[in-house]
Structure formats: C-alpha cells, structure tokens
C-alpha cells in the first residue's frame, strides 16, 4: 500500500522560511516524478513544483519561482519544498504526489499525500 506523508508546515511570518518534507513508502520511487500542489481555501488545487527522478529536472510555478526550491532523496524515498521569503498568499495546505506523468511544466502525480497545512501570517 503506496502511503506519502508530508511534515513541516506550520505558521510562520512573513518573509520566514519552511521546509516540507514528504516520505514514501509501500514501493520505491526512485525511478519516479515528485512534486508539490497546494490548495487555499476557496480555490482549485494548484500546481507548485516537481523533479524528475533523478534530480536532473524541475519545474515551478511562476508564483514560486525564485523563492521554492524542491530537491529529493532517493535513498530516502523523500522530496522536499524549501520555502523562502514566504508570503500571506502561500497560505494553503501543501500536498505532495509521486509517480503519474510530468513532462515539462506538467505534472500529474498518480499518488497523493494528505496535506499539511502551511499558514503564513502578515
């Protein structure tokens, strides 16, 4: 049974940092895409960022570019989202998928994780 479990989120100020992490198991995915989604409140969920498994390619969104860096661990079976100079409207909870299809900017994952919740106050 494939289980992704995210960690790391909290609240923090504005302008502050935090690090998710999310842990596969049940299988490797070594061979596989990761990435990040998140959803705010009212609104679809959206795409945040993904690397290929080896680490050779990412994507982001424009929204995060510059600011997010995803990294993985595949001895680990771990992704990461590095999240600086966070700002009120990263506010949402911040999924992680795994596997599923990601060529270019596009990413759908075939695995999900539950969710952490990311609150950035102003």
């Known amino acids: 049974q494939v289980q992704l479990v995210e960690s790391g989120g909290g609240l923090v100020q504005a302008g502050g940092s935090l690090r998710l992490s999310c842990v596969a198991s049940g299988r490797t995915f070594t061979w596989s895409a990761m990435g990040w989604f998140r959803q705010a409140p009212g609104k679809e969920r959206e795409f945040v960022a993904a690397?290929?498994?080896?680490?050779?390619?990412?994507s982001y969104a424009d929204s995060v570019q510059g600011r997010f860096t995803i990294s993985r661990d595949n001895a680990k079976n771990t992704v990461y989202l590095q999240m600086n100079s966070l700002k009120p409207e990263d506010t949402a909870v911040y999924y992680c998928?795994?596997?599923?299809?990601?060529?270019?900017?596009?990413?759908?994952?075939?695995?999900w994780g539950q969710g952490t919740q990311v609150t950035v106050s102003s």
């Open positions: 690397i290929s498994w080896s680490g050779a390619a990412t």
């Open positions: 998928g795994a596997d599923g299809h990601y060529s270019g900017s596009y990413y759908r994952p075939a695995y």
